[in-house]
């Protein structure tokens, strides 16, 4: 067989290679089975546990009360995991093996690669809330209507603030480093106003514990669900966290 | 990025003038020349350290110059429009681990407007066996052979391969050779290290040896051993012979040396003249020569000559 290589070169419409880069994106996000552990398996089975179980003081005394408050937080917990420890890690790894760097000589651009990588976590979360949602619906979840349209914005600014981090993380220290690190964030900010809410937490460290992006995700979730509002303090937390996490990213993000 | 006129056939498809590179104190390239011709393939060679693959990364765009001029397809080599024009293929890395060869090949082919047909580059590069096998579990060869299928899969002007058969067998280098020429006859062109000297020989158009970040030495690979080095004459006859007589009638530039009692090594830029001069003159001496070999010397002498024969780090 003999190929025909005469030059013929142009780059694919950039709608093309955005879609191309974020369907590999989600096939190594998805093949990644620790990190489909982080995605999937633990907030599942914590929306289980927590509802059903009083092993942890999450408040609420009925099932129903329960389920609100877990809900909200489970979904924040994925969001965690997907924008923040996947990404990461993903991420740091590509720096270390030379992916980026080789991705740099194709018609990829630099928007295109966290463009795709955007949709990917996107179609990760999407498939998350849906899941979790559908489980706590299905245990007898009611939350607020206008709350659950709230939803949407609030996982993309919180996705938004915690992807941003993820990449100034991965762009930053090594792979080797990341994998810890990432790890390392995903359990204090999951133990840290997430799983357990701020106000179980001890009484002098809530105000620090709303200062989290993670935690202001969270309790901006259950106040959404619940009362169908938002609160515009947890709110400007996590537009700071994204705003400083996005400037951190274009000004320090290194790409080989 | 598309509407890009092609470079005009005059223009070489890369031109470094004056290239200098440091990383600290130290100067990695220093004042570096290099031309590559369209439609051609150009083997850059030195020693470990000499400045290769840092030069190339300049021309790939990847390493910012410290200063001279560099022309990729007529343009600088950050300009957005090449990317799409010029395939790389690194020296390691570059391919996620968990990817497959038909996945990274797939992916890469969805980035340019009319790529390969991935089976068909699979196929030629003999990866049909682990198409589905992710790349971290490939052999160092197959995964060389991957990076070069990265490399041409958009169909580019330019193509700059970074060690391209560095670890591969004997069978997969002739593949990737193949390859190589039939880029070249496709009007491609190719600009490539190597430390394999019969592979530059045998395949390039036009051979750069630098060291220390210089040229030392460009040309077509049978001019450079043609005017870089003599050629070489040995005969053995009696230990102790007297020299003068014979290094008299020699054309200039030549060279004679009992290498080993009774081992005789005559270099000279005029091999046959040297030869009718030796048997002359051990026939006017009644020396019976026991053996007369003449050595055509290779590129990898001439690479010796200019680069010295200590180890590299």
């Known amino acids: 067989m003999s190929l025909d290589v005469r030059p013929k070169s142009a780059p694919a419409p950039r709608r093309r290679r955005v879609l191309a880069h974020a369907r590999l994106e989600l096939v190594m996000l998805l093949r990644n089975g620790e990190q489909l552990l982080l995605t999937v398996v633990l907030p599942l089975g914590l929306l289980i546990g927590l509802t059903l179980t009083d092993i942890i003081d999450v408040g609420g005394t009925t099932r129903a009360d329960r389920l609100a408050i877990v809900v909200p937080s489970m979904v924040a917990l994925a969001v965690l995991s997907t924008s923040f420890t996947a990404l990461a890690i993903q991420t740091g790894f590509e720096r270390r093996y030379g992916v980026l760097r080789r991705i740099g000589t194709t018609p990829l651009t630099r928007s295109d690669v966290l463009v795709g990588k955007s949709l990917a976590v996107l179609a990760i979360e999407t498939a998350q809330v849906l899941v979790l949602g559908g489980v706590g619906a299905a245990m007898g979840w009611r939350p607020d209507a206008i709350g659950l349209l709230l939803m949407v914005p609030l996982v993309l600014l919180g996705s938004a603030a915690l992807a941003a981090l993820a990449l100034l993380l991965a762009g930053v220290v090594r792979a080797e480093a990341t994998l810890a690190l990432a790890n390392l964030a995903y359990l204090v900010l999951a133990s840290a106003g997430v799983v357990i809410p701020v106000d179980k937490a001890p009484e002098r460290l809530q105000p620090l514990l709303d200062l989290l992006p993670s935690a202001a995700l969270a309790e901006s979730l259950r106040i959404a669900t619940v009362d169908g509002s938002v609160d515009g303090y947890l709110v400007a937390v996590l537009v700071v966290w994204a705003g400083l996490a996005i400037a951190g990213v274009s000004r320090w993000f290194r790409w080989e | ?313």
């Not at chain 2, 158009?205 to 040229?215: E, N």
């Open chain 2, 1 to 313: 990025m598309s509407d890009d006129a092609p470079t005009p056939a005059s223009l070489p498809a890369l031109a470094v003038t004056g290239l200098v590179k440091r990383y600290g104190e130290r100067v990695v390239v220093d004042s570096l020349d290099l031309s590559a011709a369209q439609g051609a393939v150009t083997a850059v060679l030195g020693p470990n350290g000499a400045g290769k693959t840092t030069t190339l990364e300049i021309c790939e765009g990847l390493r910012s110059a410290d200063s001279g001029d560099v022309r990729v397809l007529g343009r600088p080599p950050r300009d957005l429009t090449l990317r799409a024009r010029v395939g790389v293929m690194l020296q390691e890395g570059g391919v996620y681990g968990s990817v497959s060869v038909a996945e990274a090949l797939t992916h890469a082919a969805a980035l340019y407007r009319s790529p390969q047909r991935v089976g068909d580059l699979i196929a030629v590069l003999g990866l049909t066996d682990v198409a589905t096998v992710p790349s971290r579990r490939l052999s160092g060869g197959q995964r060389q052979r991957l990076g070069v299928a990265l490399a041409i899969v958009g169909r580019p002007e330019l193509v700059f391969l970074d060690e391209p058969t560095a670890g591969l067998d004997p069978q997969s280098r002739r593949a990737v050779w193949e390859l190589i020429a039939t880029l070249r006859d496709s009007g491609v062109a190719v600009v490539l290290t190597t430390h394999y000297l019969e592979e530059a020989e045998n395949l390039a158009d036009h051979v750069v040896i630098m060291d220390h970040g210089r040229t030392l030495a460009s040309g077509h690979p049978r001019d450079l051993v043609s005017s870089v080095a003599s050629q070489t004459l040995r005969f053995t006859a009696d230990a102790g012979l007297d020299l003068h007589g014979l290094a008299e009638r020699l054309p200039p530039g030549s060279t004679t040396v009992e290498a080993s009692p009774g081992t005789y090594v005559v270099t000279s830029p005029h091999l046959s003249d040297a030869m009718g001069h030796v048997s002359a003159w051990c026939v006017s001496l009644g020396i019976h020569p026991t053996s007369l070999s003449s050595e055509q010397r290779t590129l990898e002498d001439v690479f010796l000559d200019l680069t010295g024969e200590e180890l590299r780090p």
